[in-house]
């Protein structure tokens, strides 16, 4: 999967549960044999980066905007509308306010503070925590709009898109078909011709800045240009050069312009750069150039530092299907047209819709981007893809007009806030079906999965006491002020399959879901509730302090009852925010802990809390009634758990992020220490310890003399299962030194080869599991040896004497001793050949002996080296009778 093999490159770390680290791999495959990402939050963050660099895609309106916008583009935090006669930015501030304290998380404290008391400390987007009346919530988020118009430009400029892109944009907006919106083209570049006398615009950039070429023909004046801003307080250029627009809402920096032509092939910068005129009017000083040739005049507006932290809009969800095309969802700017200038802030007001993007394998193009939503505020917040590639989203709507298809399971908003689920078909130009899920308050989806007959299986939160329950479901009454809920959709989306709360009398909710072959839904979370709902010999029946704790939950397929339900957690706060099944059941669960006693198992990885916050992995058995392993992850500050995945092999992939500067690394890992305030980690767990094995076969052999010679290395797991991806180091003494390393295939098993001496003798094989990957071989770590004899061509005198000869044509010598020495042996053993007398090779041997013995000691025969050889001729002196 080309696309996951770039985004691992930027790995913090590969860590390994009960000591054992093995190498991480591009994909893995899930319960149902398809390829599944590493984790949807390591695909997030370097996803990001990669989406950073694509090109901007404009988009030619087609009724998607304004009618006198002719193309616009829409990126993370921005939507840039294009004009004949102005251009206009939108932008999104660093700090977004969440609409709904029904999505507000516990908050991780100042380092330099005290912890706060775990009750009441909260981080956003966490929905157990208090509540407003509904009545008071206002959801708000400051933006600015920044003009710039074209000063005595031509109004009938002629805009065309250049280079067309693969991608399409599909906008369903509103609930009216007739007005939605598909296979809208897009372009690298928007060219405005003659947009002033002699001189054309051209637009084009990436995710993080935008450009602006005017290209200046021969004979016309760049001083016609005139740019107008609007929305900025102040303009001013500084001490670099670059123009400064201050808005209410921070400042947005367009760099020194470029100024070039290109003459002979190679450019020739001029210089030059921006001139202020009055009210806020810029234009360019350009020194003496060359007027019989173009003049491009390139100005570089840099908004990624606006953004800031708003990168984390770009993905609320991501999901990878099997030929490595991954899905984002999250939420964007609207393409509402602002008919004002500067900052703003929006109450209520669409400024957010959801989407969809689907990029290529490489990360380097859009296959397509699906905008959906209505008049108010809409936002992706989990995604699932089928093996067909249709992509299954879940989020929050709070328009009244988000669009849904005839026949869905509920067609209209029926309370403040709704969850919604849409289906897209592969080429995200079609709603196969499209519903809002929700009662008469506050319901979120966020986690979504997608079951083999093709049902959506969602988790959330709701406040609602009517949200839609099927009759016979687990729980059908809203048991606190807020509950998770797990609802199971057919696939035509017409109907509830079932549907049911989960929780208790306070605060609960549901952040991930997954679902295994049979249908089974394995829920995580985390509650506040003292009777949250668990089962008879569950793990851990009682909830384990006033912070609250996670809970797993694993429901039937007819989602009437509960397989088993535990919480999982210590004295302090701990969430659930991933979870994964393999094929047997085993449910694999990771989050985040502020608990100095959340349950570890022996032998574990890390089995203290390092810093305020640590994530956490946990593997429960198919009952729930154990944990196989559990393990703490995380340095001295706050780390997180936010996604999880399982292979076929029970290795377990998770990602999440750390602000700690300690983060457990390891050796030869890409990224070994932090590269900022907050960074993504990504690590491989492995049911693996002092109880595995690691056998070599064959335990001995004998092989003639320069043949090859194969080992296997077989790793097993504590429970006799084998252990793909595990790096097996092998160490070869004796008569020959050498090794390698090899990973462990499906099987468990690693071969290792090498060729034996030309000589007789005898080798040792070791060879160990490097669980943790750091080239040294540790206590706890499975070993194994074998042996190896060689047996010479034969045992004849003259068959000893060649392999005389291979042995000082080996050894590390004076070329002058080893030619004297090869030539000695080599004319001994011609005298043999042709006398068949042994009388005049033993007086050949003799002379050898004596230059043998003469160079004892010294700098080119070692003392070991001069022992061995005089043993070597004593030896066929005995077999010639001398």
């Known amino acids: 999967m080309k696309l996951l093999a770039h985004l691992t490159k930027a790995i913090v770390s590969t860590v390994i549960v009960s000591g054992a680290l093995v190498v991480l791999s591009a994909s893995v495959v899930s319960a149902e044999g398809r390829k599944i990402p590493v984790s949807p939050s390591t695909a997030k963050a370097h996803l990001q980066e990669a989406y950073g660099k694509l090109p901007l895609s404009f988009e030619a309106n087609r009724g998607q905007a304004d009618p006198q916008v002719r193309f616009l583009s829409r990126a993370t935090g921005h939507t840039l509308f294009l004009a004949p006669t102005e251009a206009v930015l939108m932008l999104r501030s660093r700090e977004r306010v969440n609409r709904y304290s029904l999505n507000v998380k516990r908050a991780p404290h100042d380092a330099t503070t005290q912890p706060p008391d775990d009750s009441t400390a909260r981080r956003p987007n966490d929905s157990a925590t208090q509540r407003p009346n509904e009545s008071t919530i206002e959801p708000h988020n400051d933006s600015t709009v920044l003009r710039m118009s074209f000063v005595g430009a031509n109004p009938k400029t002629r805009m065309e898109g250049q280079e067309g892109l693969p991608g399409k944009a599909n906008y369903f907006l509103g609930n009216d078909p007739k007005k939605w919106r598909t296979h809208v083209p897009t372009y690298a570049k928007v060219h405005y011709q003659d947009l002033y006398p002699g001189i054309d615009l051209i637009y084009y950039g990436n995710q993080r800045q935008l450009e602006h070429d005017f290209v200046v023909r021969p004979g016309a004046d760049p001083g016609s240009i005139a740019l107008s801003f609007q929305g900025a ?6 001490a670099q050069g670059d123009l400064v627009l201050h808005t209410a809402a921070g400042a947005i920096r367009q760099r020194k312009p470029v100024i070039y032509q290109e003459v002979a092939g190679l450019r020739r910068d001029i210089a030059g750069g921006y001139l ?29 530092t606006y953004l800031g932290g708003s990168s984390s809009d770009v993905a609320g969800g991501i999901a990878v299907d099997a030929a490595g095309n991954a899905y984002v969802t999250g939420g964007i700017l609207s393409t509402d047209f602002p008919t004002t200038a500067g900052a703003f802030q929006t109450t209520l007001g669409g400024d957010l819709d959801a989407f969809v993007t689907k990029l290529n394998p490489t990360g380097s193009a859009l296959v397509y981007s699906t905008f959906l939503g209505g008049s108010a505020f809409d936002e992706g917040l989990g995604i699932a893809v089928d093996a067909a590639g249709n992509a299954y989203v879940t989020g929050d709507t709070d328009s009244s007009n988000f669009p849904t298809t005839a026949g869905a399971f509920q067609t209209t908003l029926d309370g403040f806030l709704a969850a919604f689920v849409t289906k897209l078909n592969p080429t995200g130009s ?31 939160d709701t406040r609602s006491t009517n949200f839609p329950i099927t009759a016979g479901a687990f729980q059908t009454t809203l048991g606190g002020s807020a509950g998770a809920f797990v609802t199971k959709l057919n696939p035509a989306g017409s109907a509830l399959v079932y549907s049911t709360y989960l929780g208790g009398s306070n605060n609960d909710d549901g952040k991930g879901i997954a679902v295994d072959l049979t249908g089974n839904a394995y829920v995580t979370g985390d509650t506040d509730s003292s009777n949250f709902p668990t089962t008879a010999g569950a793990f851990q029946t009682t909830l384990g302090g006033d912070g609250g704790d996670a809970f797993v939950t694993k429901l039937n397929p007819a989602g009437s009852a509960l397989v088993y339900s535990t919480y999982l957690g210590g004295s302090g706060l701990d969430r659930g925010l991933g979870v994964a099944v393999d094929a047997s059941g085993n449910a694999y669960v990771t989050g985040d802990t502020r608990s100095t006693n959340f349950p570890t198992t022996a032998g574990a990885f890390q089995t203290t809390l390092d810093g305020f916050a640590d994530a956490f992995v946990t593997k429960l058995n198919p009952t729930g009634s154990a944990l196989i392993y559990s393990t703490y992850l995380g340095g001295i500050s706050f780390d997180e758990g936010l996604g999880i995945a399982v292979d076929s092999s029970g290795n377990a992939y998770v990602t999440g992020d750390t602000t700690s500067a300690d983060f457990p690394t ?16 990504v690590a491989k767990f492995a049911e693996i310890g002092p109880s595995a094995t690691l056998t070599l076969q064959p335990p001995a052999a004998t092989n003639p003399v320069n043949t090859q010679h194969c080992v296997t290395a077989t790793v097993e797991d504590a429970g006799g299962s084998p252990t793909l991806g595990m790096t097996v180091r092998f160490a070869v003494t004796g008569s020959v030194t050498t090794g390698g390393a090899a990973a462990t295939n499906g099987s468990g098993q690693a071969t290792f080869c090498y060729t034996g001496p030309q000589i007789p003798g005898a080798d040792t094989i070791a060879a160990y599991a490097d669980m943790n990957n750091n080239a040294a071989q540790d206590p706890s770590e499975p070993t ?6 060689w047996v010479g061509g034969g045992s004849s005198p003259g068959a000893q004497l060649q392999d005389l000869i291979h042995l000082v044509d080996q050894m590390n010598l004076t ?9 000695d042996l080599d004319k001994t053993l011609k005298d043999l050949s042709n006398t068949k007398k042994p009388g005049k090779a033993c007086k050949d041997f003799d002379k050898i002996i004596k230059d043998v013995q003469n160079k004892k000691g010294q700098q080119d025969l070692t003392a070991d080296e001069t022992a061995d050889l005089l043993n070597r001729i004593n030896q066929i002196q005995t077999s010639l009778g001398c």
């Open 784 to 789: 194994g040896t074998a042996t190896k004899t």
């Open 233 to 238: 307080d102040k303009v001013e250029v500084d």
């Open 815 to 823: 070329k002058s001793l080893q030619n004297r020495l090869i030539h």
């Open 276 to 304: 202020l005129r009055e009210k806020r009017t810029v234009g360019f000083k350009v020194d003496k150039y060359d007027p019989s040739r173009p003049l491009i005049i390139d100005p570089v507006l840099i908004y990624s």
């Open 430 to 460: 079609a709603l196969i079906y499209s519903t809002y899920l929700g009662g008469s308050s506050f319901d979120e989806g966020l986690g979504i999965a997608v079951g083999a007959a093709g049902n959506a299986y969602v988790t959330g």
């Open 666 to 681: 390891t050796t030869g890992a890409f990224q070994a220490s932090a590269g900022g305030a907050l960074d993504v980690f």
